[in-house]
């Protein structure tokens, strides 16, 4: 016969009986009832084209085809609980294993460093992969295997996701050290005159400041579209144009390249770097290593206040 024609749940109940004498015995160790163990039975009598239990005297005895049976089903029925309750183990110390993990460029800076210190340290037999992410979930490379997990601001996740928030950052502005126009300060007028630069992975459309600018009726010219984090504070450093980024890269950034720290002359909404992967890894021992490291790296990344006196946004994530 094919094992497809047999309901698997009767080679459960076959091993009950045969171990047990006892249609009843049985069915209390299944936790089914003895009708249904009694309906089992002769359901395997039939698939199986024989009695396999019969009476003798005051208990039922298997019958050759049967105890020809048992050992091999009982086998399989016990591998087959171990594969489904195997928690597979993952040594960090001995692992052999690789990592791809999207990022912006922002998340790399902030995360990247502390992750591959604290890998070197307890995983040093595991690699890591980071691929630049663009303005696009990459969901089916989530969901394929391509990518275990990514990191950045997300607002719409999709199902068979999870997220884990990280940390919140806060937008500030960095313009160069002795910019003529800002000898008093950095007000809203002055914002909106200056030229700026905007920091966009796909090169289009408005920015965060530029839907919260609408909104008071201002707007402000954009002068250069960048893709990257790293080299907006660069050019801002040889113009007189402002850029409004996350704090903790103006605090990295700004004592090597001459740039001063203002707070937006404007309220904007903080941030929120996530971590995001598909669930068929949640319980993944390796990708759950993997998470947590992430998670402990993100919980050292405070505020470096050292650099800047902000008050605390009033608005949340954007």
């Known amino acids: 016969m094919q094992l497809s024609e047999l309901d698997l749940n009767l080679l459960v109940a076959f091993d009950a009986l045969l171990q047990e004498g006892s249609v009843t015995r049985a069915a209390r160790v299944v936790g089914i009832s003895q009708p249904a163990m009694s309906n089992a039975l002769k359901r395997l009598r039939g698939a199986l084209g024989d009695e396999l239990l019969v009476r003798a005297g005051g208990r039922m005895v298997p019958t050759p085809r049967a105890l020809e049976l048992h050992g091999p089903i009982r086998a399989s029925l016990a591998t087959l609980h171990r594969a489904l309750n195997h928690d597979a183990s993952f040594d960090a110390t001995t692992a052999k294993r690789a990592f791809r993990i999207a990022s912006t460029d922002y998340a790399e800076m902030v995360l990247l460093p502390g992750l591959t210190e604290f890998i070197s340290q307890r995983a040093p037999g595991v690699d890591l992969t980071v691929r630049p992410m663009g303005s696009e ?82 707007s402000r010219r954009v002068a250069l579209r960048v893709p990257h984090f790293v080299v907006a504070p660069m050019v801002v450093a040889r113009t007189d144009m402002v850029l ?62 050292d650099c800047m006196h902000l008050d605390e946004p009033a608005k949340d994530d954007a």
């Open 244 to 305: 409004t980024l996350a704090s903790r890269l103006a605090c990295k950034l700004a004592p090597m390249l001459g740039l001063q720290i203002m707070p937006p002359p404007l309220e904007l909404p903080t941030f929120t770097i996530r971590q995001l992967w598909h669930e068929r890894y949640r319980h993944d021992a390796g990708h759950r290593f993997l998470r947590a490291l992430v998670a402990e790296v993100a919980r050292g990344v405070v505020e470096p206040a």
């Open 137 to 218: 979930l990459p969901r089916t490379a989530l969901s394929g295997g391509g990518l275990d997990i990514a990191l950045g601001v997300f607002r719409d996740v999709p199902a068979g996701h999870v997220q884990q928030a990280l940390f919140r950052d806060r937008f500030v502005c960095v313009a160069r050290e002795g910019h003529p126009a800002l000898e008093n300060g950095l007000d809203l007028d002055t914002y909106c005159e200056l030229d700026h630069v905007l920091i966009s992975a796909s090169g289009r459309g408005p920015g965060v400041v530029d839907h919260f600018l609408e909104q008071q009726g201002r």
